[in-house]
């Protein structure tokens, strides 16, 4: 998932929104669910978040996960402080 070209559209100000709105919202919620079950397959690298699937089934619980009306992604914009803070995946 790479949200880089969606980023580089916007103005700055606009952009860094963005950007905290999506690794807060999206990132962590991914992080949070998959860190004890899969960690070793994703790793964030500045905007670019690589799901890496070895095993099929693995690939197939993701993504049904994923697209699950039950995974609920937060729709309100993070705060400053959370954003200043987040870390995941092992992140480089």
Same mark, same amino acid.
């Given at each position: 998932?790479? $949200?880089?070209?969606?980023?580089?559209?916007a103005n *700055?100000? *606009?952009?860094?929104?963005?950007?905290?709105l999506?690794?807060?919202?999206?990132?962590?919620?991914?992080?949070?669910a998959?860190?004890?079950r899969?960690?070793?397959?994703?790793?964030?690298?500045? *905007?670019?978040?690589t799901?890496?699937?070895s095993?099929?089934?693995?690939?197939?619980? $993701?993504?049904n996960?994923?697209?699950? *009306?039950?995974?609920? $992604?937060?729709?309100?914009?993070?705060?400053?402080d959370?954003?200043?803070?987040?870390?995941? $995946?092992?992140?480089?």
């Amino acid at each position: 998932m790479n $949200f880089a070209a969606a980023f580089d559209d916007a103005n *700055r100000g *606009r952009q860094k929104a963005m950007e905290g709105l999506v690794r807060e919202n999206v990132f962590r919620t991914v992080s949070d669910a998959w860190k004890d079950r899969a960690s070793v397959m994703m790793s964030l690298k500045g *905007r670019e978040l690589t799901v890496t699937f070895s095993d099929p089934a693995k690939r197939d619980e $993701f993504f049904n996960w994923l697209e699950s *009306r039950k995974t609920k $992604f937060p729709d309100a914009p993070p705060s400053v402080d959370s954003m200043e803070q987040l870390e995941l $995946f092992g992140e480089q």
